[in-house]
């Protein structure tokens, strides 16, 4: 009897810990959610007012030199050809946040943004992207 007893409890012990670590863990997706669409927010924000300086500031290391590069500039001229392309649409509110792990995708009125989580928060990857039925999403700004 004792012995059944204490499989009984360390298998309550057990269920318990894993019902508190799963609670943890939904708040941590709960977490990187929120803070991906905040990133994406602010980013749509600095678009609109024509914050330059931190629309680089918020794209991931990868991205801004790929758009320097493509653009043959230094990333203030290339966000600002982007805008002027309509390679980086006005966002809008956001419709619809998709989290997975340390990568996420933001859905907005008039664009859509994927974000990587870095050591400093989250940083835009790629932005002003279009879906295409049964392809990759197109994107004007986009990391190598």
């Known amino acids: ?3 059944s007893r204490y499989r009984h409890a360390a298998v309550r012990a057990a269920g318990l810990a894993l019902a508190i670590t799963g609670i943890g863990a939904c708040g941590a997706v709960e977490e990187r959610r929120d803070a991906a669409q905040a990133e994406a927010t602010r980013f749509a924000l600095d678009r609109d007012a024509g914050r330059h300086a931190l629309l680089c500031a918020a794209l991931a290391p990868g ?3 790929e758009l320097e590069e493509t653009a043959r500039s230094g990333c203030r001229d290339a966000i600002r050809q982007a805008i002027e392309e309509d ?10 946040v998709d989290v997975w792990g340390d ?13 990587s989580r870095f050591p400093g ?11 295409r039925p049964d ?3 197109r994107c004007g ?3 190598g």
Do not use: H, S
């Open 87 to 96: 390679d980086l649409p006005a966002a809008g509110a956001v419709r619809a």
């Open 121 to 131: 928060g989250w940083k835009v990857t790629a932005a002003g992207c279009e879906p």
């Open 103 to 115: 990568r996420a995708r933001v859905v907005l009125e008039g664009d859509t943004l994927f974000l």
């Open 135 to 137: 392809q990759p999403y």
């Open 63 to 65: 991205t801004r030199d």
């Open 1 to 3: 009897m004792n012995g």
């Open 141 to 143: 700004i986009k990391g």
